[in-house]
Each structure stands twice: as structure tokens, then as C-alpha cells.
């Protein structure tokens, strides 16, 4: 079946070093989507790609769809305390199959 | 109205209970979801429920019974679970399925 792998599985930085989490599938995504989960939360949505090569920014977040649709990456831009928690990426197959979250990234920042 | 509501927040039950644990949107969403979270894991999809028609089952044990009474309410029914049923449940809803997903703030369940 569909799996959606991501690395790291945990990164700690410096408040102000940037950060990359990326996601890979073992089949092609229709769309990907990101979600953060702070400490003690739920999964708040923060973006969906969708077209090959597809790139969005949010402030100092930057999301990327790889050309093949089978890689995602978020990378963030001198973080800070505020962005910590976990990132999760989670992508449904094409052939509308359920949605598979990646395993997760754990942010942690020191300041 | 932008938020989906569960309740309780927490629920400690034994082994021969029966509860229910409830989910709420009134963002006008057509799929609603129940995901299992352990500790340090990623949510688990447990069912979807489409134009509050169960469209997936991710061959969840019996002792997890899913109920949708209308298109803004969403149940879980439990009974006789198991300790290593302990676990967040979240619920979600997407304006439909597949698109991005709303989450509720989840409820903290332990079995005894």
C-alpha cells in the first residue's frame, strides 16, 4: 500500500538556524498537505500543493511539490520558539486511496 | 463558525463501559473523520464518513462503533475496550473528502 515517509524524525536548532523537513511517497500524490501539531494539540492545516513543482510561502515557511508529485519538502527560515512542535505532511494517493500521514518531523528550538 | 468541537476532553473508562465520544462542525463540511494519535505517532485514520455515508473503515475492531445522525455530527461508540485502546481520538472534517482537514482538539482516553 501507499506509505509517506518523512525525515528527519527529530531536529533541535538554535532559534534563528532554518529548518527542512521533507516528505517522500512511494506512489504519486494527487495532493499533499501539512499540518503542525504543537505540544499538547491537534493538527492545525497549514498548506496544500497540489501542481508539479509546485512552490508556496508563508512568511517564513516555504513548501515545495516535487516535479514527480512523490516528494514534498517545508523548510522554514530563521526559526523561532513559536515554531515548535511537529510537522506532519499527509498525502492522499491518486487514486483518491485514504489519506496517509508521514511519520512526522519534531521541531525543537533552543533560545 | 470555523472550529470542530469533541467532547469530552478527557474520559477514563474500564473495561466494560460503553460511552460515546462526540464531534461537532457547523462549517457545512461533507466528510467528517475519526483518527486514533498514540503518543509520539502520526493521527491514524479510523473511519471517514462521506455525505454522512461510512465511505472507509480501516478495519477498525468492532469495539469501536461509528455513528453519523446528521452532516454536522459525528459519534464514536465504545465498548469493552482494551487498555492499548488508550490513546488521543481525534476528529476532523474537510469540505470534502480529501481536501484539507479541520481538527477537533481530540479526547484524552484512557482505559483501565
Known amino acids: 500500500g501507499q506509505q509517506v515517509m518523512q525525515i528527519p524524525q527529530y531536529q533541535h536548532v538554535q532559534e534563528g538556524e532554518d529548518f527542512t523537513t521533507y516528505c517522500n511517497s512511494s506512489?504519486?500524490?494527487?495532493?499533499i498537505q501539512w499540518y503542525k501539531q504543537r505540544p499538547g494539540g491537534h493538527p492545525v492545516f497549514l498548506i496544500q500543493?497540489?501542481?508539479?513543482?509546485e512552490v508556496k510561502k508563508q512568511k517564513r515557511l516555504t513548501f515545495q511539490f516535487g516535479e514527480a508529485k512523490k516528494n514534498s519538502s517545508l523548510h522554514i527560515t530563521a526559526t523561532q520558539t513559536t515554531d515548535v512542535g511537529t510537522y506532519f505532511c499527509?498525502?492522499?494517493?491518486?487514486?483518491?486511496?485514504?489519506?496517509?500521514f508521514g511519520d512526522g518531523t519534531t521541531l525543537t528550538v533552543k533560545p | 463558525d470555523t472550529e470542530v468541537t469533541q467532547t469530552p476532553k478527557h474520559l477514563v473508562m474500564g473495561m466494560t463501559n460503553k460511552k460515546s465520544l462526540k464531534c461537532e462542525q457547523h462549517?457545512?463540511?461533507?466528510?467528517m473523520y475519526w483518527y486514533k494519535q498514540k503518543a509520539k505517532k502520526p493521527p491514524e485514520l479510523m473511519f471517514v464518513?462521506?455525505?454522512?455515508?461510512?465511505?472507509i473503515n480501516e478495519s477498525v475492531p468492532s469495539r469501536f462503533s461509528p455513528e453519523c445522525p446528521n452532516s454536522s455530527l459525528l459519534n464514536l461508540h465504545l465498548h469493552a475496550l482494551q487498555p492499548e485502546d488508550s490513546a488521543l481520538y481525534l476528529c476532523?472534517?474537510?469540505?470534502?473528502?480529501?481536501?484539507?482537514?479541520?481538527f477537533g482538539p481530540g479526547t484524552r482516553l484512557t482505559v483501565l
Open positions: 476532523a472534517s474537510s469540505q470534502d473528502y480529501l481536501n484539507e482537514q479541520f
Open positions: 506512489t504519486t500524490l494527487s495532493n
Open positions: 500543493l497540489v501542481k508539479s513543482g
Open positions: 499527509a498525502g492522499p494517493g491518486t487514486n483518491a486511496g485514504k489519506s496517509t
Open positions: 462549517m457545512g463540511h461533507r466528510a
Open positions: 464518513y462521506s455525505y454522512e455515508k461510512l465511505s
